[in-house]
């Protein structure tokens, strides 16, 4: 299975995708900040070319069959939107996801950078450059696989017991109706 985990930042898609990644056992976690942004310090100021990007993407979606993306892939190109499953999108309030972010970005770098957060804050509305909930919405209704939106500020086990119950049916049913339509 090859499944994105998608939404807003701070929204906890790669806290899920590495819990669903460690459940799945057969599945590689893969981490889209990994092939968005550019390593050195500081960390998330230089971008991937968009081409880069995807090749790096595809290169490494063409070497394993199952994996849990995290991350946002809108605008990547056709051959990496279209190769889920499934997608899980992740929605929470604002406010909860700029505390988290606050939090991380302490945690992880000892300061906060007030323009990020301002930016983080905009993806409800979309009144800057970059992801929004209207775009991330028009994306996933655009997707050709079965999308599960979990909304709210739910625990990463009650995430994950959703996702793979959804996943679980979303099988019975590929089976169902390869079953009916051999």
């Known amino acids: 299975m090859r499944i994105l985990i998608t939404g807003a930042s701070g929204s906890g898609t790669s806290t899920l995708a590495a819990a669903l990644a460690n459940h799945l056992s057969q599945h590689t976690y893969l981490d889209g900040d990994h092939y968005y942004w550019l390593k050195p310090e500081p960390p998330f100021i230089a971008k991937h070319s968009p081409y880069a990007r995807l090749k790096k993407l595809s290169e490494d979606i063409a070497r394993v069959s199952n994996f849990v993306l995290a991350g946002s892939v809108d605008g990547w190109g056709a051959t ?63 997707r050709n696989c079965p999308v599960l939106s979990l909304e709210g500020d739910l625990s990463v086990a009650a995430r994950l017991t959703q996702t793979i119950d959804y996943i679980n049916i979303s099988l019975q049913e590929r089976l169902n109706e390869h079953e009916n339509n051999p």
């Open 80 to 142: 990496v939107e279209n190769t889920f499953d499934i997608i899980v999108f992740l929605y929470l309030p604002t406010e909860i996801r700029i505390d988290r972010l606050r939090k991380r970005e302490l945690q992880r770098f000892g300061t906060v950078d007030p323009a990020f957060l301002k930016w983080a804050a905009q993806y409800d509305t979309g009144t800057e450059e970059g992801r929004s909930l209207a775009k991330q919405r028009q994306w996933l209704a655009a």
